[in-house]
């Protein structure tokens, strides 16, 4: 776990410079040497506050996943409770927003993939997302179905945007939000289309 007291002024400048390398020469390349070059800070410093590379990545995985947590949280707040569908949509949108379109962020997002094979640290940060992203699923479908099938719905959900921006993220035109939405809401339309919206 990177220790605190980075100054803040700094640490966002760090997790960009990471973002950014990893996007320039890849996961492997992206030295915490290099790291430092880009940001300007002495790799020391780097190593005393984060332990290394695998705690800055650690450290710049965490920002990406709050600022995705903080833009549902913001969207949703403008929807009715009671718009089922709409509040779906806008978790599936906020996954496809521009933030997280970012090239850097995408790259990030691919190679923290890769290492969360390997690396217990990040394989747990993996698990916290899925089950965060699940629980907003969950949550919002409990409103017109039993539990454990809002829990199914929301696996496959879940599954949907996951694989979705994992083909568009390694399309050469990049990733397509309308056809994300498109596809997860005629999805959840169809399921939804005998069930009654009453809360259970």
Known sequence: MPKVGMPEIRRPQLIRATMEVINQVGFLNASVARIGQQAGISPSIINHYFGGKSGLVEATMRSILKDLATGINQR????????????????????????????????????????AMHDPTLNRLQRVNEKRLLSYLTFELKRCMPRHEAQMVATSIAALIDGIWLRTALNPKGIDPSLARQVITDYLSLYLKNLPLNPR
Do not use: Y
């Open 76 to 115: 949703l707040v403008k929807v009715p409770k009671d718009d089922l569908v709409a509040r779906i949509e806008a978790i599936v949108v906020e996954n496809f927003s521009s933030n997280q379109q970012d090239e850097a962020v995408v790259k990030t997002w691919l190679a923290f993939w890769a290492q």
